[in-house]
């Protein structure tokens, strides 16, 4: 396989066909707890994105280097020292949404879809095309993110992009997208009951476009065989 193949096949295995969100079900945790909005999925996966682009890289230009015996705690160590620049890079530049997203920054060291990435590819293969993996998994993460903070603020407070300050700055405020007025908010959106609904309706829409695209595809022509009849004539 060439290196326009690999790219492609890392691309549509990172946004679709193994997106760590969807398909593989990691980071579960995170995912469901703080995209109650936009702002707070978007700031969650950008972390995430970045500690996972950046750990890719380190532990693919040292894989040569790091006994099979201790790569998985060296991996860890890796994840965590990117992870700690993200938090001390958000609590500098982005304080507001640092303490909206709490514990769960942290939390990105336990998430499954990073170390799985160092192991599965980025221990195997070289910097490029593990940065790139790393990118196109993250990107996968983010989108994830970003489309059920979506579905779940507007059910729930009939908003988008609300507290985008908190990432982008005080001229942010007017983002902020009123769609529709509600009286009071609907909790069942924005707890976390509705986001492990909301992430079941993604998984199974998910599912049916396999489906259909599947069905759609060309069926290979079944090979017509002929029988030989043997025939035996009594004299």
């Given amino acids: ?21 969807l398909v593989q079900l990691l980071g579960l945790c995170p995912l469901l707890a703080v995209t109650s909005t936009v702002i707070n999925a978007l700031g969650l996966g950008l972390a ?27 991996f860890v160590l890796i994840i965590a020292a990117f992870v700690t620049c993200v938090q001390l890079l958000m609590n500098a530049f982005t304080f507001g949404l640092y303490e909206s997203l709490g ?19 980025a221990s195997k ?32 407070q009939g908003t988008l992009f609300y507290g985008a300050e908190l990432l982008f700055g005080d001229w942010a405020t007017v983002l902020t997208i009123e769609v529709f007025k509600l009286d009071s908010q609907f909790l069942l959106a924005i707890l976390p009951p509705g986001a492990f609904i909301a992430m079941g ?35």
């Fill in 1 to 21: 396989m060439n290196i326009s193949d690999e790219l492609k096949e890392l691309t549509w295995q990172g946004l679709w066909k193994n997106n760590p969100g």
């Fill in 48 to 74: 995430t994105l970045f500690v996972l682009v950046c750990s890719n890289a380190t532990v693919s230009a040292i894989r040569n280097w790091v006994p099979k015996e201790i790569r998985i705690p060296i």
């Fill in 103 to 121: 514990i769960f920054l942290p939390l990105i060291v336990t998430n499954c879809a990073i170390i799985g990435r160092a192991e599965a590819y």
């Fill in 125 to 156: 293969n070289p910097v490029n095309l593990a940065t790139f993996d790393g990118f196109m998994m993250g990107l996968g993460f983010l989108l994830v993110l970003v489309v059920l903070g979506a579905i779940r603020e507007l059910l729930g």
């Fill in 201 to 235: 309706f993604l998984i199974a829409g998910k599912n049916a476009i396999d489906n259909y695209l599947k069905e759609k595809q060309p069926k290979p022509k079944k090979e017509q065989t002929i029988e030989r009849v043997r025939v035996n004539f009594d004299s």
